[in-house]
């Protein structure tokens, strides 16, 4: 499973400032629930990447706090390069591969993988090559939404909540 980042785990809004001795900051907002999703979706078995068209040490941060060892990040937006690698690392065929996307970074990707899959708020471009629409927007629960939507068609949804919460019942 491929990630974009911005428009997809975030609302593609960025926050920049500046600290008092002109340091820069940038912060992100991400979505808790979706965080959730990723979690259920490696339990599952599902290897997750991240791979974004730009560079931020808040994307690094999150990808870390969910113990996501795939984060490429490109500034100049190439994503193949980095998908090739992963494609090749764990040997997988592009049919193999799913990604759920938002804008036109993702389309030289999004048109190789075996499962397209776009955000409610995606481009036209992407829309149009998706085989699976969400109904929620980046950045508020698409990434859950589509891990659910992939562990139900997979059979496996109720199995992976009931794990969770066995796992938090304390017994």
Known sequence: MILDVDGVLTD????????????PVEFKRF?????????L????GIRVALISGRVS??????????????CHQDGGARK????????????????????????????PLFR????????ANAVREIRREAVWTGQ????????????EAL?????????AVEAYCRARSGG
């Open 31 to 39: 979505d808790i629930q979706d965080g959730l999703g990723i979690r």
């Open 41 to 44: 979706l490696r339990d599952a």
């Open 112 to 119: 190789l993988v075996g499962v397209p899959a776009a955000v």
């Open 151 to 159: 562990l139900t068609a997979r059979g496996e949804w109720e199995a």
């Open 80 to 107: 193949l390069p980095a998908a090739r690698a992963l494609k090749r690392r764990y040997d997988l065929a592009w049919h193999e591969v799913a990604m759920l996307a938002d804008d036109l970074p993702d389309l």
């Open 57 to 70: 040490a808040a994307t690094e941060l999150r990808a870390r706090e969910l113990g996501i060892e795939e």
């Open 136 to 147: 929620r927007s980046g950045g508020r629960g698409a990434v859950r939404e589509f891990a």
């Open 12 to 23: 593609a809004g960025i926050y920049l400032g500046e600290t008092a001795s002109g340091d």
